[in-house]
């Protein structure tokens, strides 16, 4: 995949809106690896993410 098509990809896990860059996290699943992206709100709310590819859930 592109650079251009993971930036147009690139929702909160957890609740789906498009990350614009502003203090979003990127990371790799803990279990599988699978590119995760979180956005500022959620993560400084502490809401659960769950692994699209396979289903791994955390804080």
């Known amino acids: 995949m592109?650079?251009?098509q993971q930036k147009r990809t690139q929702k909160c896990v957890?609740?789906?809106i498009n990350i614009a860059?502003?203090?979003?996290a990127a990371?790799?699943?803990?279990d599988c690896g699978?590119?995760?992206y979180?956005?500022?709100t959620c993560r400084?709310?502490?809401?659960?993410?769950?692994?699209?590819?396979?289903?791994?859930t955390g804080p």
Do not use: H, M, V, W
């Open 38 to 40: 979180r956005c500022s």
């Open 44 to 56: 400084k709310q502490s809401n659960l993410y769950k692994c699209p590819d396979c289903g791994f």
């Open 27 to 30: 990371f790799k699943c803990p």
């Open 14 to 16: 957890s609740c789906g």
């Open 21 to 24: 860059g502003n203090n979003a």
């Open 34 to 36: 699978q590119q995760i």
């Open 2 to 4: 592109s650079e251009s």
